[in-house]
């Protein structure tokens, strides 16, 4: 089992680069698929990527371009990096985290839930 708590997210301005970070504890977490998803005000939460142990990972096509997800398992930690922020990326982002398998994963499909992040654009 592991707990994951977010950071890095906060106030910024529309064009701004963010780094969200997902700490993990426990000492499998390299063996785990990671992933970040996103709810807006009066939306329902979106998968936006995913990142397997070995570092194969999955972008949703709309965000492809600015997203891009990394790991570093030496630090159980997963990051996701937005470029070129909008208003439209204002949301909670939560890190999720799988110890079964990369196509579930990849699928959206995960067992453990951090708290969540709040990230808002301002224009």
């Known amino acids: 089992q592991v707990q994951l708590l977010e950071s890095g997210g906060g106030l910024v301005q529309a064009g701004d680069s963010l780094r969200l970070s997902c700490q993990a504890s426990?000492?499998?977490?390299?063996?785990?698929?990671a992933g970040w998803f996103r709810q807006a005000p009066g939306k329902e939460r979106e998968f936006v990527a995913a990142i397997s142990w070995s570092g194969s990972t999955y972008l949703l096509d709309s965000v492809k371009g600015r997203f891009t997800i990394s790991r570093d398992n030496a630090k159980n930690t997963v990051y996701l990096r937005i470029n070129s922020l909008n208003t439209e990326d204002t949301a909670v982002y939560y890190c999720?985290?799988?110890?079964?398998?990369?196509?579930?994963?990849?699928?959206?499909?995960?067992?453990?839930w951090g708290q969540g992040t709040q990230v808002t654009v301002s224009s």
């Open positions: 999720a985290a799988d110890s079964t398998s990369w196509p579930r994963a990849r699928r959206g499909l995960f067992d453990y």
């Open positions: 426990g000492r499998t977490f390299s063996s785990y698929s």
